[in-house]
Every structure is written in C-alpha cells, then in structure tokens.
C-alpha cells in the first residue's frame, strides 16, 4: 500500500463495514451472523508472535465473561487459516504463560491474507506496517453499528479488562440513559443528562433533585448499585 495512499476508515457511529469471511470456525458473514448480539472485531500483527500470543491468551481466558454481557469476539489477521490454525493448536497444546495453560481459542479467527476486511476496517495504518494489521478494536452493537474504536500500535499489548470495562460502560449507558465519568467502574456515580432548562438548572443547584449530587449545573452525578447494572447486563 501507497504510503499516503487515502483509505476511508469507519468511524463511531457508522454502520459496521460488511463481508464474508473464511475463519477457524467456519464462513461468517458480518456484521449480520450478529444480529441482536454486541461484537468485538478486533486485529491482531501475526500469527506467531510473542504480543499476540499472550493477547490470545488473555482474550480467550476471559471470552465466557464477555459472552455474558451478550458479546462474542471475532479476531482478525494478515494470514491464511492453517497459519491460524496452526497458531491455536501451538497455543493450547505447548504455552503455559501466566498461570494459563491449555487454553482453546473457541471465536473465529478471519483469514485474511488479501487484506480485504483490514482495508475495509482501517487496520492497516501503513506508517505502523504496510503488511501487518495494526491492533483494531471495534465495539458493534446489536443493530450492527460501531460504538467504539481503539487502536494500539505493534508494540502494545491491550489491556483486556479495559476492553471489558467499555463493553459495560457502552451498554450501562444505553439502558439507563446516563453517561460514565473517567475511570468509571460499576458500583461508580454514574453522570446525568446536563439541565436542559434555565429552571432545571436552578432545582438542581438548589439541591431540588435529592437523588443528585450536583458539583455545578452542567456537571451532576447519581449512584447507580452494581447488582443494579450487572443484573441488567450480565446472562448467566
Ligand atoms: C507481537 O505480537 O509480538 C508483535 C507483532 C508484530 C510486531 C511486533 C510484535
């Protein structure tokens, strides 16, 4: 790929860019075999390579919690499906790393040697790598649109219970109509919708709205229990 070549990447809000794809668990077609489910499209370098692997690991160690929170994972990579393949038996038969060990990658896992879904998602950021994918997360909600996008260079490892943590942030704020402040774990104040009258503005900074606690009038917050929003969110 052409260095400034211009490549259109989606973005928050769009619909999720669709395809077909060969993977380690069979054809999917995306985003629509979905449907009704939360999705994390994520990429990954290489087969084989050291960072991958321990992400793997972590990712596949956690994959019941996120499937839980109605979301299942989807890995993607610039190689063919018996790298794949190969990659996951070495992974579950010979890795032992930071206490796990026989882990099974059960989420597909895309072939891509074209790199026609990297393109198609902005995964290849050639100042990074004209031939390696860089590492994408993609947060799709159940209508098939993307919520959240990050993106961590070859280097970096993701931190996995981040990943969680935006997963219920996003879906926390869908349900109970509020947004989340910085660091915000479930248990957290959780932040209401700004006043949006003159007269809202005063009940509150008055402390008319007793469920609030307001540090202006544009910035007030309200508790929100865990068993609250887990139970909401969580299907054991
Ligand atoms: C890794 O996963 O270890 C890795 C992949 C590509 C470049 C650097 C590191």
């Not at 390579?49 to 990579?77: D, R, W």
């Not at 109509?177 to 007269?199: F, M, N």
């Not at 910035?219 to 969580?234: H, P, R, S």
Request: include cysteine.
């Amino acid at each position: 790929m052409e260095e400034n070549q211009v490549i259109a990447m989606p973005r928050i809000g769009d619909k999720a860019p669709e395809f077909k794809a060969v993977t380690t668990q069979g054809e999917i077609n995306f985003p629509a075999d979905y449907k009704g489910s939360w999705v994390i499209l994520f990429s990954h370098p290489a087969d084989f390579t050291p960072v991958c692997t321990s992400e793997f690991m972590t990712f596949a160690s956690m994959e019941q919690k996120f499937n839980e929170a109605n979301c299942k994972l989807v890995g993607l990579s610039v190689d063919g499906l018996y790298s794949h393949i190969a990659w996951l038996r070495t992974i579950k038969e010979k890795i032992e790393y930071k206490g796990m060990k026989n882990v099974e990658v059960k989420f597909p896992l895309i072939e891509d040697i074209t790199m026609e879904v990297a393109k198609k998602y902005g995964m290849i950021q050639p100042g990074e790598s004209n031939t390696k994918a860089v590492r994408a997360v993609f947060f799709i909600d159940p209508k098939g649109i993307i919520r959240t996008i990050i993106y961590y260079p070859l280097s970096l490892g993701r931190n996995f219970e981040e990943l969680f943590r935006v997963l219920i942030a996003l879906q926390t704020a869908d349900e109970f109509g509020i947004a989340t402040p910085a660091d915000w774990q479930p248990g957290d104040d959780v932040i209401v919708p700004p006043a949006g009258s003159c007269g809202t503005a005063k009940d509150r900074m008055e402390g008319k709205a007793d469920d609030m606690k307001c540090y202006d009038w544009f910035f007030c917050t309200k508790k929100l229990d865990k068993d609250t929003v887990l139970k909401k969110i969580l299907k054991k």
